[in-house]
């Protein structure tokens, strides 16, 4: 899909972030186009989600420049950066324990509910056919990852690859244009992988959803996306198509590694 | 076996999110307001002005405190300085305009609450927890004393307490001690039910999982989009609403008195104390909390009667603290959900009770 549009929806320039006396990037930039699938990879404390927070807005760069959708920024903010279709997963699932997967999933699309609190108090009339679209196309998400079944369950009761999914689907629930997963494959089994590089492909494909994701497993990154970057250390190592990156002396010293024997 | 889900089809999804979506959670329902309704029938004068008044009254401030610390997740100490607002300000806000609607002014001096609880919700931007609520308590001392010092909330009145005014409504006296007890119950009924309706509209639509979002991961919420600030002061706002009109209520329907001494610390507590053994986070829990803690003392004082044991009045008072103090330590380890969870496991178990096989 690569140059598909042939236009970056995305493009970071020189960003430079710092922690005290910690950099946990320096001039970093590279760029997603419109409907690839972008990996970002390295070895841990590389800054692979500080980069994905610096581009939601979570972290506020010392330097550089976010240029989104034609629109150049020195940092995002992170409902702008949300109202403008950023959405995305976490580390850690960032699930929101004490509702149910319908609720948390109904959650992603607060951007798209308009009404104020007294029509929501009488929950009649425009409030109300707001709440039943908005659970229609929730429903259409619901289906689109097979968890039909949980919807009314509590999400801390939900097992770990489930709660995976419930992420991802409220993230979906905001029909974002740049999805940003990060780590979604960590700590699952090798089927749960399978079904959920099935469902990020899917999404890419239906939806032409733009995805940049952090992944550790190698044979995923290198199976479901259309470019790499590598960052280890705050800087950037490579950036290339898998092959390209796979065959980089620095990227295999620094992370990849040689097999041996 | 005698609580049915299965069975209960739903065609659209205005069904399946209607507010009682079981039928007989509807019939349960319909009952219960059947019954609220005829209670003047049957019960005595003290049974509706001692106990019923005050359940009532009480759990719209719980509602209130609900909103606010069992959906948005920001614990508050600061209900009973609301209470006092919305009280001193429909006493001020009658008196100033004598023909005004009581529901106008039980409104209006709700809003004045909301207003204050938006300012004394500020800091809950960088502060969580208990700083958050030991920045409330500053609002429940700050606002009494303010209520006390500044003789302009009483109309320089000499006592400091003026009595409620009496006003009426449709040609029924409705507050004041010439009111009959029972045009204030149905006044105060009237309003729980109105505002209980409103609460629960608002916490299953978008505000409420906005609230429900920043109580359970308050940094997903912000990155979703949902502004934590103006989530943190609508919840602050609300629940000061409800608080003021229970004041209010409280103030004019029920003591007949605008005093601070009635919406001191205790008060407070006991609010707290209503939510977290109703079940924070419910609607129905602030109903059951409120009637708890409204009912037990009751109980505990005529039980010796009952049993016609001779106990001193003064030991009793004592058993009552104590008895108090252990049943809300055995509902924080026993059942941390509180009454409303209960009443969810009661109902799950009667689905297949008595022929669980």
């Not at chain 1, 990996?39 to 927070?53: D, E, Q, R």
């Not at chain 1, 700590?187 to 940049?212: H, P, S, W, Y």
């Not at chain 2, 629940?239 to 008060?267: H, K, M, Q």
């Amino acid at each position: 899909m690569v140059g598909e549009k042939n236009e970056a929806l995305l493009k970071v320039e020189n960003i430079s972030l710092a922690f005290g006396g910690v950099r946990a990037l320096e001039e970093v930039s590279f760029d997603v186009m419109r409907g690839e699938v972008r990996a970002i990879i390295g070895p841990n404390g590389a800054g692979k989600s500080s980069m994905l927070n610096v581009i939601n807005g979570f972290y506020h760069p010392q330097k550089g420049s976010i240029t989104y959708k034609n629109r150049r920024r020195a940092q995002m903010k992170p409902h702008a950066a949300a109202a403008a279709g950023i959405a995305r997963t976490f580390q850690n699932i960032a699930l929101f324990r004490g509702m149910s997967a319908l609720d948390n999933i109904m959650t992603g699309r607060v951007h798209k509910m308009k009404r104020g609190f007294l029509w929501q108090a009488l929950h009649i009339g425009p409030a109300r056919r707001e709440e039943m679209e908005n659970r229609a196309f929730v429903e259409g998400i619901i289906d689109f990852l097979e968890i039909q079944a949980i919807r009314r369950v509590p999400v801390g009761r939900l097992p770990y690859g489930l709660q995976k999914r419930v992420e991802l689907g409220r993230a979906l629930a905001a029909e974002p244009d740049l999805l940003l997963l990060d780590e979604p494959m960590a700590g699952m089994n090798l089927e749960e992988k399978e079904d959920m590089c099935r469902f990020i492909l899917d999404v890419n494909e239906q939806f032409g959803t733009t995805i940049a994701l952090i992944e550790h497993d190698m044979g995923v990154v290198m199976d479901i996306s259309d470019r790499v970057v590598v960052l280890d250390h705050g800087k950037k190592l490579a950036d290339g198509t898998p092959a390209e990156v796979r065959g980089d002396q620095a990227v295999v010293d620094a992370y990849l590694g040689v097999a041996r024997g | 076996m005698f609580y049915r889900e299965a069975g209960d089809f739903k065609s659209t999804y205005a069904e399946d999110q209607a507010l009682f979506p079981i039928a007989l959670d509807r019939w349960f329902v319909l009952a219960a307001a059947v019954m609220a309704c005829g209670v003047p029938l049957v019960a005595s004068e003290y049974w509706l002005s001692t106990i019923f008044l005050p359940v009532l009254i009480l759990s719209i401030a719980a509602i209130g405190l609900n909103l606010l610390t069992g959906y948005a997740g920001q614990l508050s100490l600061g209900a009973g300085g609301f209470m006092a607002c919305g009280a001193y300000m429909a006493y001020k806000f009658t008196t100033a305009f004598p023909e005004l609607n009581m529901v106008v002014v039980f409104a209006l001096s709700g809003l004045s609450a909301a207003a204050v609880g938006i300012v004394f919700g500020i800091p809950s931007l960088r502060i969580k927890g208990f700083y958050l609520a030991v920045t409330t308590l500053a609002a429940q001392f700050f606002l009494l004393w303010l209520f006390t010092k500044v003789p302009w909330f009483v109309n320089y009145s000499i006592s400091g307490v003026p009595t409620a005014p009496p006003r009426e409504m449709f040609g029924v006296p409705v507050t004041g001690a010439s009111a009959s007890v029972e045009a204030r119950y149905y006044l105060v009924l009237a309003l729980t039910a109105i505002l209980a309706l409103l609460a629960k509209n608002l916490v299953r639509g978008r505000i409420g999982r906005e609230w429900m979002a920043i109580r359970d991961m308050d940094i997903a919420a912000e990155i979703i989009g949902i502004r934590p600030l103006k989530t943190k002061l609508t919840a602050f706002a609300i629940s000061s609403f409800y608080c003021g009109v229970a004041g209010a209520l409280w103030s004019f329907c029920y003591i007949n008195i605008v005093e601070p001494t009635a919406f001191d610390i205790n008060r407070s507590f006991a609010i707290l104390f209503m939510i977290i053994i109703g079940g924070l986070g419910s609607i129905l829990g602030s109903f059951l909390g409120a009637a708890f803690i409204t009912l037990l003392p009751v109980f505990l004082n005529n039980a010796p009667a009952l049993f016609n044991l001779q106990i001193s009045s003064t030991l009793v008072s004592h058993i009552e603290f104590m008895v108090f103090g252990a049943l809300i330590i055995f509902f924080l380890i026993v059942e941390p959900h509180g009454l409303a969870r209960l009443w969810q496991i009661a109902k799950e178990k009667l689905r297949l009770w008595p022929f669980p096989h």
